[in-house]
Nanobody
Framework: QVQLVESGGGLVQAGGSLRLSCVAS????????MRWYRQAPGKERELVAR????????NYADSVKGRFTVSRDNAEKSVYLQMNSLRTEDTAVYSC???????????WGQGTQVTVSS
């Protein structure tokens, strides 16, 4: 079965950095566009960043541009989110999402909590 497992979340002070990882299993990773979403309490889920396959083109939410970087390693079946200059408003549960490039089949990870303190 398909699994997406995130890690790397935690508590960090404002201005700090974290690197999230999402490891996929049970799917042909190179056929999937990968996305990072986040959801803060009481707020709607927000698309933070995405990276395509196979070209690796990236897009970011305006709120994270210049601070977050998404990358992928197809050999490791992993996608990463490097988060720098973190702000308290970045506090949320971050989840990775895989969407097949043709079939549009979609999978979700369980999420990892990121808490940024002031």
């Amino acid at each position: 079965q398909v699994q997406l497992v995130e890690s790397g979340g935690g508590l960090v002070q404002a201005g700090g950095s974290l690197r999230l990882s999402c490891v996929a299993s049970g799917l042909t990773f190179g056929f999937y566009n990968m996305r990072w979403y986040r959801q803060a309490p009481g707020k709607e889920r927000e698309l933070v960043a995405r990276i395509s396959s196979p070209g690796g083109s990236t897009n970011y939410a305006d709120s994270v541009k210049g601070r977050f970087t998404v990358s992928r390693d197809n050999a490791e079946k992993s996608v990463y989110l490097q988060m720098n200059s973190l702000r308290t408003e970045d506090t949320a549960v971050y989840s990775c999402n895989a969407v097949h490039v043709l079939r549009r089949t979609e999978y979700w990870g369980q999420g990892t909590q990121v808490t940024v303190s002031s």
